[in-house]
Antibody
Framework: QVQLVESGGGVVQPGRSLRLSCAASGFIFSSYAMNWVRQTPGKGLEWVAI????????YYTDSVRGRFTISRDNFRNTLYLQMDSLRVEDSATYYC?????????WGQGTLVTVSS | DVVMTQTPLSLPVTLGQSASISCRSPQSLVHSDGNTYLSWLHQRPGQPPRLLIYKISNRFSGVPDRFTGSGAETDFTLKISRVEAEDVGVYYC?????????FGQGTKLEI
């Protein structure tokens, strides 16, 4: 069965970096575009970034462009989100989500807290 | 950004009754490929969102036929027939036709 497992979250100070991972299994990872989405109690769900199936195309929401980098390793079946220059407002639960027919599978999420 | 507006934000329902959620976009969600990328998601407390409906009206695998999506262009509706206890949680519409992809504020369904 399709599984997406995020990891890498934690507590980090403003201005520092963190790399999130999303390990995929149960499907042909290299055939699907993948998303990162974050959720905070106050702001709800917010799309962060998407990467095409082969990594050739990437799009970001404005608030993270230039600070976050989405990437993938189709040999390791893993999606990444490199987060640099973190801000307090980046604190959220981060989900990876597969783009199949709709965003059909989601991981359980990993919590990122940016605080001094 | 495309601001997706859901109504109502709170939806108290009685078991066995029907419920309806509206989602509106300020601009057409018809993609250049001809598809309308409007989906509905359901999130229970402490759980990730899960897909219910994609491309307006297509039920995802395993989703009961009590859930029906409809609409076009800018106006969309999710109808839940014969509400069951397991339907509680927050329902989100989301658009993936335009960048940045955006979500509605969420509608909390309570029994």
């Amino acid at each position: 069965q399709v599984q997406l497992v995020e990891s890498g979250g934690g507590v980090v100070q403003p201005g520092r970096s963190l790399r999130l991972s999303c390990a995929a299994s149960g499907f042909i990872f290299s055939s699907y575009a993948m998303n990162w989405v974050r959720q905070t109690p106050g702001k709800g769900l917010e799309w962060v970034a998407i990467i095409s199936y082969d990594g050739s195309n990437k799009y970001y929401t404005d608030s993270v462009r230039g600070r976050f980098t989405i990437s993938r390793d189709n040999f390791r079946n893993t999606l990444y989100l490199q987060m640099d220059s973190l801000r307090v407002e980046d604190s959220a639960t981060y989900y990876c989500a597969r783009r199949g027919e709709g965003w059909d599978y989601w991981g359980q999420g990993t919590l990122v807290t940016v605080s001094s | 950004d495309v601001v997706m507006t859901q109504t109502p934000l709170s939806l108290p329902v009685t078991l066995g009754q029907s419920a309806s959620i509206s989602c509106r976009s300020p601009q057409s969600l018809v993609h250049s490929d001809g598809n309308t990328y409007l989906s509905w998601l359901h999130q229970r407390p402490g759980q990730p969102p899960r897909l219910l409906i994609y491309k307006i009206s297509n039920r995802f695998s395993g989703v009961p036929d009590r859930f029906t999506g409809s609409g076009a262009e800018t106006d969309f509706t999710l109808k839940i027939s014969r509400v069951e206890a397991e339907d509680v949680g927050v329902y989100y519409c989301m658009q993936a036709a335009l960048f940045p992809h955006t979500f509605g504020q969420g509608t909390k369904l309570e029994i």
